[in-house]
């Protein structure tokens, strides 16, 4: 049962490189989601979408891009890398947006020099 | 702002205790609650979750309840062991938006 895979594990970049995360799921969930996770935070939410070729802005958009072409993925794109983009990146999927439970991928960790 | 937060943000319990991890919330709104487990250099794991029309609900040596009039959620493990050594989110949804997460407590197990 592969879920929901997220590549690449790790990831270095330098400031303004431009580099895109791949999330994948094989439960035909309708839900994608983007978050990252900072030290002593919980998850914030960057952008999700609702179903194939449709996405919107969650608390924390600015400096990202996404795209969902095909329903079981969700592509998130980093143009120009900036320091504060240094984080954790999950991907998670669900049936619908509320009331369901988000299923996690086990993340991206990203670093911005 | 909506918030979700957590009393502690650590707990140490010995192995074969109960655990009782806090979380309080802000949005009368919120319908839907969830708990998740998230280990070292993992993501997140669904534990179990509750809707705002129920008091309690029990899984496998855990439980969730719920108390709306203070906005509070609890989360009890029962018998802890090492492998529940990890740090538990809670999670709201107010009235079917996305879910906002709380900061997070970590559960260290000693035995």
């Known amino acids: 049962n592969a879920g929901v895979t997220q590549t690449p594990k790790f990831r270095v970049l330098k400031t303004g490189q431009s580099m895109t995360l791949l999330c994948a799921q094989d439960?035909?969930?309708?839900?994608m989601y983007w978050y990252r996770q900072d030290p002593g935070m919980g998850l914030r939410l960057i952008h999700y979408?609702?179903?194939?070729?449709?996405?919107a802005k969650g608390e924390v958009p600015d400096g990202y891009n996404v795209s969902r072409l095909k329903k079981q993925n969700f592509l998130l794109g980093l143009e120009s890398a900036a320091p504060s983009q240094t984080s954790v990146y999950f991907c998670?999927?669900?049936?619908?947006?509320?009331?369901?439970?988000?299923?996690f991928g086990d993340g991206t960790r990203l670093s911005i020099l | 702002g909506e918030s979700v937060g957590l009393h502690l943000p650590t707990l140490s319990v010995q192995e074969g205790d109960n655990s009782i991890i806090n979380c309080a919330y802000s949005?009368?709104?919120?319908?839907?609650f969830i708990w998740y487990k998230q280990e070292s250099g993992k993501g997140p794991q669904f534990i179990i979750d509750?809707?705002?029309?129920?008091d309690k609900r029990q899984g496998q040596r855990v439980t969730v309840l719920l108390n709306k009039t203070v906005k509070h959620l609890s989360l009890q493990i029962a018998a802890t062991q090492p492998g529940d050594s990890a740090v538990y989110f809670c999670?709201?949804?107010?009235?079917?938006?996305?879910?906002?997460f709380g900061k997070g407590t970590t559960l260290s197990v000693s035995s």
């Open positions: 979408s609702v179903g194939e070729g449709t996405t």
């Open positions: 439960m035909n969930h309708e839900y």
């Open positions: 998670a999927s669900s049936y619908h947006r509320g009331n369901q439970p988000q299923h």
């Open positions: 999670a709201e949804t107010p009235a079917g938006t996305a879910l906002i």
């Open positions: 509750i809707r705002s029309n129920m």
């Open positions: 949005n009368s709104a919120s319908d839907y």
